[in-house]
């Protein structure tokens, strides 16, 4: 991410072939100033309890651009990681710091930006990359579990266990692997057009009606 795209204290700073890979976002917030009020700028989140809730220690605005640009459906990532790609979506929200509270952000550990996240899939009505989501979410879990070394101290029947726990995850992330892939596969129309972003052009006419509310 570093050195492709910039948070300044106002506005995301990117060139019209950056801005391309979010012009199909839901709320395109990468064209707005980082102190926009989106539930202004989008009158319809009002419409949705959860957009409307404070959030302890967090910028409403902040972690609002982070759900959207994390979870939108039309954004294709180029990093195939989850965690990384939160950590993107955190930066290109406007978070500068990974702070106690971003942190627990991004690991799900805050009932009110869950809700918003929730909120978010419902307005998008595709269950399957719900789905996916939340394979690549339980997926990340099985990950930290398998790579935590198995304590020396433990003994034999305990470290066998544990062995035997990180062999039935090894399993279950390949299945949660094939699922994903079958998403994708049938989201995108192939595994080519998976990995593909597209260049499209912005113009000005274009990039005005991307700030109507939809």
């Known amino acids: 991410m570093s050195g ?11 060139d019209k072939l950056q801005q391309a890979r979010f012009t199909k976002m839901r709320y395109p917030v990468y064209c707005l100033p980082l102190d926009k009020d989106l539930l202004k700028q989008f009158p319809s989140l009002q ?8 959030v302890p220690g967090m910028n409403r605005n902040l972690v609002l651009r982070y ?3 994390c979870y939108d459906q039309s954004i294709k990532w180029e990093t195939p990681e ?4 939160k950590k993107q979506a955190a930066e290109l929200a406007g978070f500068k710091t990974m702070d106690r509270h971003t942190v627990q952000m ?6 009110e930006v869950n809700d918003m996240i929730v909120a ?4 998008q009505h595709y269950r399957k990359y719900r789905m996916k989501i939340m394979a690549l979410e339980l997926l990340d879990q099985y990950h930290k579990i398998i790579m935590e070394p198995i304590r020396k101290k433990l003994d034999d029947d305990k470290r066998a266990r544990a062995a035997n726990l990180k062999t039935d995850l090894m399993l279950k992330c390949k299945t949660l692997d094939e699922l994903i892939c079958q998403i994708d596969e049938e989201y995108y129309g192939s595994s080519e057009e998976a990995d593909e972003i597209e260049n499209i052009p912005i113009s000005p006419e274009n990039l005005s009606k991307l700030t109507e509310d939809v």
């Open 47 to 54: 419409k949705h309890d959860a957009f409307s809730k404070e």
């Open 4 to 14: 492709m795209l910039r948070c300044w204290s106002s506005v995301i700073d990117m």
């Open 120 to 123: 978010f899939f419902r307005l």
């Open 67 to 69: 759900i959207f640009f």
């Open 106 to 111: 991004m690991n799900n550990a805050l009932e």
């Open 82 to 85: 989850f965690k990384e790609r």
